[in-house]
């Protein structure tokens, strides 16, 4: 699903330009303070918004997390420090606590945008320079081999269900054996297939990867990016 | 261009698919039909080195085909195969990456330009950083030919190129091929589009070729002994009794029947 989302993204930046953006990001919140935080919420929201992904979904995917952090920060405000502000609840443990919840959350508002406005092929190929070309070989193939195993997958269960394959509990394990057996014996199939079609188009051991250098436009939204994250923590240096 | 000299090929399960063929194949666009299991995809992978011949030899531009990895590289980048179902042919995740999988594999790392050509050619323009996962079947159909297009191959092999396809999209199709300069070696279950198409129709049955000559000359034989129907254009042709040349196309007839009610 997240693949069909970042394939059809609005934002007009490259691959590469999207993940250098997100892992800089990345530890511009680690090293930043909470007002860093709430900008880096801010930023990445609007830019997952504006890059096509509707608010609803938006609002679904950042409930997943909730129910990780929820307890960690509930534990954190019982455990840390001494004074009780309320019931067990403690004051140094609810600073910690909301310092925490903001971190864990423009953290993942940030892996959020990497996830929907860029597709792995593209993540792949903006790591061309610093990772081995074999490895890069083998996960694009990986890659497109999962697309067609999904396909398959899709496709055998769209034909079961025609036949009434899930129309109770029992039905639906047995039609899922099937399921696994077939696509086991599909995928030995595909395998070969791929193989004749990789020969066929003169394979010698190398796949594309589209590896474009930044343009300048795109150094500037980085930086400028990273300046509104950063900016807080180092007014906080500055003060103290 | 190509010559096959008593080419005999069986498949591990037995099946005997191409039972001594001897033929020239030279025409521009050189259609071949038959029914399913005629051998047809069996010959067009032949053809470039795909299968080796079990029996007999295949001869491209006067030189027997040689089976070593790079003698077959040398001949895949002069003839292109593109396979009838697109999932076979598509290797790489994105269609940008999928377009220009031959080329960085002949050592051509400055692709973008032909790439966006190739892309143009079949219709995809700005489809380069589209999935291949998220295409219609037409779509990964065009795909697949922009991979082999964009090699600027000598020979284009198409397996079943108008298999699977809306009227429109066929449509579509049939204008791309005839935009292609390659030589164009094409199979098809598909009459009406062979007799529209082709300079040379060869026909198979039961592995062995039966016929072969201009698509004016073998569609007026009787072909159902072969399990094949006329093209549209030939059954009304033959049932009016028409003395003229036989049309290529279903306009053409129209504007003879007119021209004789005048």
């Known amino acids: 699903m997240f693949d069909q989302i970042a394939g059809s993204t609005k934002l007009k930046l490259s691959g590469k330009a999207k993940v250098i953006l997100a892992f800089t990001s ?122 067609i195993l999904v396909d398959e997958i899709f496709r055998i269960k769209r034909a079961q269900e025609a036949r009434l394959g899930y129309i109770n509990f029992k039905r639906g394990l047995n039609s899922f054996s099937f399921l696994i057996n077939v696509l086991l014996i599909k995928s030995f199939k595909r395998a070969e297939k791929f193989s004749i079609a990789m020969e066929n188009r003169c394979y010698t051991g190398k796949i594309p990867h589209m590896d474009r250098n930044l343009s300048f436009r795109e150094i500037i939204i980085i930086l400028l990016i990273n300046t509104v994250i950063i900016l807080p923590r180092w007014f906080d240096v500055q003060i103290a | 261009m190509f010559r096959l000299h008593d080419v005999h090929y069986y498949y591990d399960d037995g099946t005997h698919a191409l039972k001594g063929i001897s033929i020239e194949i030279n025409k521009k666009r050189t259609v071949i039909v038959g029914n399913n299991g005629a051998g047809k995809t069996t010959l067009l992978m032949h053809l470039n080195g795909l299968l080796k011949p079990k029996k007999g030899y295949v001869e491209y531009r006067g030189k027997k085909i040689r089976y070593d990895k790079k003698s077959l590289i040398e001949l895949r980048k002069e003839v292109s195969l593109v396979f009838q179902n697109p999932d076979d042919q598509i290797v790489a995740p994105t269609v940008e990456q999928d377009v220009a999988f031959g080329l960085v594999n002949i050592g051509i790392e400055d692709f973008e330009e032909r790439v966006k050509e190739a892309l143009e050619i079949v219709g995809l323009k700005g489809y380069e950083k589209r999935l291949c996962s998220s295409l219609s079947f037409g779509e990964k159909k065009k795909v697949a030919i922009a991979g082999v297009l964009v090699m600027k191959p000598r020979v284009m092999l198409l397996d079943e190129p108008t298999s699977g396809l809306d009227p429109k999209s066929k449509k579509e199709f049939t204008e791309i091929l005839e935009g292609i300069d390659s030589m164009l070696i094409i199979t098809t279950h598909d009459m009406d589009f062979a007799h529209e198409f082709a300079n040379e129709i060869i026909v198979m049955n039961n592995g062995r070729i039966v016929e072969k000559g201009l698509p004016e000359v073998v569609f007026l034989r009787d072909l159902e002994k072969y399990g094949l129907r006329s093209p549209v254009v030939v059954e009304i042709y033959k049932s009016l009794g028409l003395n003229e040349k036989l049309p290529r196309k279903i306009e053409d007839l129209i504007k003879i029947i007119k021209q004789q009610r005048a």
């Open chain 1, 26 to 147: 990345f530890l511009a919140v680690m090293l930043g303070n909470s007002l860093s935080h709430i900008a880096a919420i801010v930023i990445f929201s609007v830019i997952i918004l504006y890059s096509g992904v509707k608010p609803r979904l938006y609002l679904k995917m950042l409930t997943i997390p909730l129910l990780f952090i929820i307890p960690g920060i509930i534990v954190i405000s019982i455990i840390n420090g001494e004074e009780r502000v309320f019931w067990i609840i403690k004051k140094e443990g609810l600073e910690t606590a909301f310092n925490t919840f903001l971190r864990s959350f423009s953290s993942i508002t940030v892996l959020y945008f990497l996830i929907t406005t860029t597709t792995l092929p593209e993540i792949f190929s903006s790591l061309r320079k610093i990772t081995p070309s074999f490895v890069l070989e083998i996960a694009t193939l990986m890659y497109r081999a999962i697309q």
